[in-house]
T-cell receptor, first 118, second 116 residues
Framework: DAGITQSPRHKVTETGTPVTLRCHQT?????MYWYRQDPGHGLRLIHY???????DKGEVSDGYSVSRSKTEDFLLTLESATSSQTSVYFC?????????????????FGDGTRLSIL | AQSVAQPEDQVNVAEGNPLTVKCTYS??????LFWYVQYPNRGLQFLLK??????LVKGSYGFEAEFNKSQTSFHLKKPSALVSDSALYFC??????????????FGSGTQLTVLP
């Protein structure tokens, strides 16, 4: 398995509180991603990073922010959690490969964080 | 915009029988196509990918997938199913020339159950 650690693995919190999820990799991969998984929706991209301090929005970025100050760490923050953000969150990484930006390297996933917002 | 459809939420098959999990896609230009498997309380695991060339792609655990450009399909297959193949399967697509984003679009998933 790729060296990806997500923390915490489970969290229960209340509406309106800030929440930060952490993704740590030991593979030195350039690209990192945050997804949420909800029944009937598959995985949807929240934010991604293509280098230290280089991030961009995905499909469902509203209510989320990210930061990447080091290659190995990618943080996802819910500034003021809402019940609609109850979900399972996955971090993924991928390498640059030989082909540059259009390389076809697969993404590798962590084991997820189950977040419940009451 | 790119999209993936997995028309079956649930597929049941008897152990030893062949299995097929269906996937169709929509993307501008040439696609990169992927299959992933997810076991309970785990992240997605990469199974195989189609980049170019041979339309039949072989992957991990005896799985293979057939790329059909005219039907925009990438169905996952295995000649003989095992009970241990029971899991949630996701198809994903990315346009070949998508720049730094490399955004994958996933289908909604198909739950495969192999019956003993």
């Amino acid at each position: 398995d790729a060296g990806i650690t997500q923390s915490p693995r489970h969290k229960v919190t209340e509406t309106g509180t800030p929440v930060t999820l952490r993704c740590h990799q030991t593979e030195n991969h350039r690209y990192m991603y945050w997804y949420r998984q909800d029944p009937g929706h598959g995985l949807r991209l929240i934010h991604y990073s293509y280098g230290v301090k280089d991030t961009d929005k995905g499909e469902v970025s509203d209510g989320y922010s990210v930061s990447r100050s080091k290659t190995e760490d990618f943080l996802l923050t819910l500034e003021s959690a809402t019940s609609s953000q109850t979900s399972v969150y996955f971090c993924a990484i991928s390498d640059s490969g030989q082909g540059g930006p259009d390389s076809n390297q697969p993404q590798h996933f962590g084991d997820g964080t189950r977040l419940s917002i009451l | 915009a790119q999209s993936v459809a997995q028309p079956e939420d649930q597929v049941n098959v008897a152990e030893g029988n062949p299995l097929t999990v269906k996937c169709t896609y929509s993307v501008s230009g040439n696609p990169y196509l992927f299959w992933y498997v997810q076991y309970p309380n785990r992240g997605l695991q990469f199974l195989l990918k189609y980049i170019t060339g041979d339309n039949l792609v072989k992957g991990s655990y005896g799985f293979e997938a057939e790329f059909n450009k005219s039907q925009t399909s990438f169905h996952l297959k295995k000649p003989s199913a095992l009970v241990s193949d029971s899991a949630l399967y996701f198809c994903a697509v990315r346009a070949k020339y998508s720049g730094s984003a490399r955004q994958l679009t996933f289908g909604s998933g198909t739950q495969l159950t192999v019956l003993p």
